[in-house]
């Protein structure tokens, strides 16, 4: 069995970020994924970023990988802002990232992680396993996909999540309920209507919401108003892009925080796709669902009931953070790990409470913030938990997990 210091499970923005890093300080580790494969297979093909251009950037240890960088070597148009930039542009410059700074990544799946001889065990489903004195799990949010309890007694044929969808033509032609108010649910109603599907949106909020687009300039003083950072811009963003001020928050704030802060909503760029163009029942909430010949049946209820039948539902009900939906962790090793609300508790550098195992990304939120959320997280953990990784990997053994 092969040993290095450090593996890194999972090969999306986090996992490459901290990849590069910590090439960049010479840390010896093993990178496991598919690069970008959420991007790739769980998103619709069509869709946009709702991040900025100039947000969309993955943090790197050196200067001159971002997304403006890319389209100047490849001579291709770049606006920073109210881009919005194409998924397939955003994988572009996702996979010469890699090629540039994460040449090694290994597309391998972690199958079982144990504590072990002072670190850490680890079995793939598709290579031999290795031990390491340090783990990384940067698995994004695929795995905490939400379907709501009256909809998931469904046939999978029948209802789906937002996530089990890259391609939506097998949907022309076909009636389908989008439920939610979020990004995801907006653009997947806005994408099948666009191509022929009798769509309807239900929503629990009273109102769809979309967001304001920013300035396309920012005049002299503009950087003083309204500070820019990767997450959004304003000076209540530079504070949900701070981690050390969200972690003065009490408890309770940061759980609510980390969730609502910049959703659930659409781009300013879905509006028109959406309003006046879209059935929308907003200010209702499915109530029971049951088949109904090759379709379903939705009880809906709001300020008035009614029935509804459609050919799918699609569930754009987000993500739910619990550690229990990991498939690689067990049991013993999960219950060491503190958690608050279902999420992680994590030091400022992303270390949990197994010493030498580490969270990024989203499922690091209450601790960390919203940026963990998005892309612009990697800029404010990235660079620091590859620090303290390697400081540990120069410390003395023994002080780690089993
Ligand atoms: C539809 C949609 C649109 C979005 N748009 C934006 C946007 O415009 N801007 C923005 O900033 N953010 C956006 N986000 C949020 C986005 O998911 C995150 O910003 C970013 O992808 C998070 O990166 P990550 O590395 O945490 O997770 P991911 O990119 O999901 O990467 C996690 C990786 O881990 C891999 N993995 C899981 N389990 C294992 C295992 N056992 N072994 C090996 N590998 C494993 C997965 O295959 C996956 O590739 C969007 C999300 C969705 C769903």
């Known amino acids: 069995m092969s040993t290095t210091e450090v593996l890194i499970v999972g090969a999306g923005a986090f996992g490459l970020s901290i990849s590069a890093h910590l090439r960049g300080l010479g840390v010896d580790h093993v990178i496991a994924g598919r690069p970008m494969d959420t991007w790739r297979a769980?998103?619709?093909?069509?869709?946009?970023?709702k991040s900025e251009p100039y947000g969309s950037a993955i943090a790197s240890p050196q200067r001159g990988y971002d997304v403006a960088a890319y389209c100047r070597l490849r001579r291709l148009d770049y606006v920073k802002r109210l881009g919005p930039l194409t998924l397939d542009r955003f994988l572009g410059y996702a996979d010469w990232y890699t090629e540039q700074l994460v040449p090694d990544v290994r597309d391998i799946t972690a199958a079982h992680l144990d504590a072990a001889d002072g670190g850490f065990r680890v079995a793939f489903a598709d290579a031999e396993p290795v031990t390491v004195r340090q783990v990384v799990i940067a698995t994004g949010v695929l795995p905490y996909a939400h379907i709501p309890a009256e909809l998931s007694g469904l046939a999978s044929d029948l209802v789906t999540h937002t996530s089990d969808h890259h391609h939506l033509d097998r949907f022309q032609g076909r009636?389908?309920?989008?439920?939610?108010?979020?990004?995801s649910a907006l653009e997947t109603a806005a994408l099948l209507h666009e191509q022929g599907t009798d769509v309807r949106i239900i929503a629990r909020t009273p109102a769809l919401h979309f967001t304001e687009p920013n300035p396309a300039e920012l005049g002299p003083f503009g950087h003083i108003k309204r500070p820019v950072t990767n997450?959004?811009?304003?000076w209540h963003c530079a504070f949900w892009y701070t981690p050390a001020a969200f972690r003065r928050l009490p408890e309770g704030m940061r759980i609510t925080k980390a969730r609502t802060v910049l959703g659930p909503s659409g781009?300013?760029?879905?509006?028109k796709r959406i309003e006046g163009v879209v059935d929308v029942l907003t200010g209702h909430q499915v109530r029971k669902a049951v088949p109904d010949g090759n379709g379903v049946q939705l009880l809906v209820e709001g300020p008035e009931q009614?029935?509804?039948?459609v050919d799918h539902v699609i569930a754009g009900t987000g993500y739910r953070i619990d550690l229990a939906r990991l498939p690689f962790l067990p049991e013993r090793l999960r219950a060491r790990i503190t958690t608050?609300?279902?999420y992680p508790e994590v030091s400022r550098v992303g270390e949990s409470s197994v010493p030498g195992l580490y969270f990024a990304g989203a499922p690091t939120a209450v601790s960390i913030g919203p940026s963990a959320r998005f892309i612009a997280g990697t800029h404010t953990i990235s660079a620091k938990l590859a620090e303290a990784v390697a400081r540990r990997s120069k410390a003395v053994p023994g002080r780690a997990a089993a």
């Open 42 to 49: 769980h998103v619709p093909v069509g869709m946009l970023m």
């Open 175 to 183: 009636r389908v309920a989008v439920i939610g108010a979020g990004q």
């Open 306 to 309: 009614s029935v509804l039948t």
């Open 340 to 342: 608050i609300n279902g």
């Open 231 to 234: 997450l959004c811009e304003g």
């Open 267 to 271: 781009s300013w760029w879905l509006r």
